[in-house]
């Protein structure tokens, strides 16, 4: 099969890094971990419910057209997109354990394969299709890393430090990595056509099911039930935030035709927290298996 050209080409190869946290360490967090925002803990403790799944959907997709990839150095940034969504969601796994006992029970619920494993079935098309889904996550993913570690605001929200070290980890690997499922949509055909309109269908879905994701958490907690004022005022200020403001603009770049996700540069960045988290002195060298 003839490959498409890649635009935008990314040298870089992601790195995969074993890190293991040390989750409950620090007991001086209650159930709302994230500076005792309800609101907020349970946006956290969703995503982190949803994120093994998603990165077992990204794995199968980019290993369902493996083959088809003559590309030496996108055949490395893909082992290396694998290596890193691997420990992704066996560290959010451990971390949803702790968030189960915690109570929050959306966790459990959240974490099957099976939906996934029907999506790859079929032919080139539908690989295609759910590549193309896969790469619209990554986008997803990226935005949130980049306003997570580039925030000082953000950073700066009191919270359980372990979490905060896998988070601050798993947004620089999603930064690493952001190109490549879409550089793999492209080299085994995928069109511009068939990427924006799936986006926008995505778009209509995917968002509104994680509010409701968000909102079913919500619902099962009984202090949450009790005080929907403080929720409201929860909301309100995580969407006005440095987390919500102007989000779903930066998301809607991805409907721009001959988008690419290097658009958005975010090698500094990514070099500031590689030296932050894993250089001489960083603060997760000891976290590395």
Known sequence: MAQQPITHRVATVPKPRRARFRFGGDRSYGKYFVNDDIVFSHVVATLSGLFPPAEDSIIRAVRRVADDITDPLLKKQVAGLIGQESTHAQEHRRLNEKLVEMG???????????????????????????????????????????????SDEIQAIPGDPEVWHLLNWHAMEELEHKSVAFDVYQAVGGSERLRIAIAVMAGLIELPSLLVFVLMSLGRDPVARRQPRRLAREAYALYRGPLGRGFLSEMAKYLRPGFHPADIDTNELEERWRQELFGARGVLTDRLK
């Open 104 to 150: 929050y029970p959306m966790i459990r619920g959240s974490d099957s394969k099976s939906s996934g494993e029907r999506q790859i079935r079929g032919g080139r098309r539908r690989a295609r299709v759910l590549l193309q889904m896969v790469a619209l996550a990554e986008h997803f993913n990226a935005v949130v890393a980049r306003r997570v570690l580039c």
